[in-house]
């Protein structure tokens, strides 16, 4: 069935108080892929209710990030969710979600400075200023997140920790093409190279997850050798991490449970990968 288009907030917040049953909700940026779709069919399964959310976030982008360009396509986002059965589909307008006057928002501290936060120190204040928006718009019980956006998952989490929300964050996994490049909306702006290019992200994890099982656990001698590996591949590597997944604090040793997050930036595109070493 064609799922309700919502488009203002206050409709959204009417249906949303007397919908019966679980919420489960999957906020996106739209031009879905199957990594999304796959969010949407765990959420199938675990709620009564599905929606999703389909909007741009400007305060995400830096200035000199690709807003403008981002890639949009709302007829066949509507197509794909109908064949999913999804119940409504929100898409708000800029200029309602961001009102002239708009002066409040939302931050987690420290958490949102390392990795990615490094080289866009505003982005994860965009995320979370959006998402507590969206939370409390439509208020649901179940939210589903890709693993894809590590960083954006604890931050997210620890957002609705500290602010006490009462929506339950569900993290699932990262959906990959055949060859092993993590879906991302972003893999359109690559030229044939660079798409091939681009492998370099998963090989690194992977050659890092074999490098693991053969006992070899110092961080910076795997992490050396990814980045020879990557920069081969014609990767400029934005940065390589050992993280502890709950806290994304750095560790030098890997062990059992660890993730490998990095950002690397192929042709003129940032792309983001992560594996967790077990
Ligand atoms: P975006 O539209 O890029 O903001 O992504 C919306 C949601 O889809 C986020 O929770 C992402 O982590 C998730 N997502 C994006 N790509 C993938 C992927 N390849 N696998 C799993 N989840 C993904």
């Known amino acids: 069935m064609r799922p309700v288009l919502v488009k203002t907030i206050s409709q959204m917040m009417q249906i949303s108080t007397k919908l019966k049953g679980t919420i489960g909700f999957v906020p996106t940026m739209g031009y879905l892929h199957r990594g999304h779709l796959s969010l949407v069919e765990t959420a199938k399964k675990n709620a009564d209710i599905v929606i999703v959310s389909i909007f741009v976030n400007p305060t995400q982008f ?29 898409f708000p307008q800029e200029s309602e979600m961001y009102p002239d006057g708009c002066k409040t928002w939302v931050n987690v501290d420290k958490i949102t400075q390392v990795l990615c936060g490094k080289s866009r120190p505003t982005h994860f204040k965009g995320v979370t200023t959006i998402v507590a928006k969206l939370m409390n718009i439509v208020d649901p019980d179940l939210m589903y997140m890709g693993e894809k956006d590590f960083q954006q998952l604890v931050v997210l989490r620890q957002m609705a920790k500290d602010l006490n929300f009462k929506t339950e964050i569900i993290g699932c996994p990262i959906i990959r093409e055949e060859d092993g490049l993590a879906m991302s909306s972003r893999n359109k702006y690559l030229s ?15 050659l890092a997850k074999k490098r693991f099982r053969q006992n070899i656990t110092n961080s910076s001698k795997i992490i050396t050798e990814m980045a020879d ?23 030098t040793e890997l062990k059992k449970g660890c993730r490998i997050l990095l950002a690397v930036i192929i042709e003129n595109t940032r792309l983001i990968d992560n594996m967790k070493m077990e």
């Open 62 to 90: 830096s200035p000199n990030e690709d807003l403008s360009q981002y890639p949009r396509d709302i007829d066949s986002d509507i197509k794909l969710l109908s064949e999913l059965d999804v119940d409504y589909i929100f």
């Open 192 to 206: 044939p190279a660079g798409r091939k290019n681009a492998l370099c992200l998963h090989k690194a994890l992977l």
């Open 229 to 251: 590996l990557i920069e081969n591949m014609e990767g400029v590597i934005d940065y390589i991490e050992v993280v502890d997944p709950d806290t994304l604090e750095h560790i």
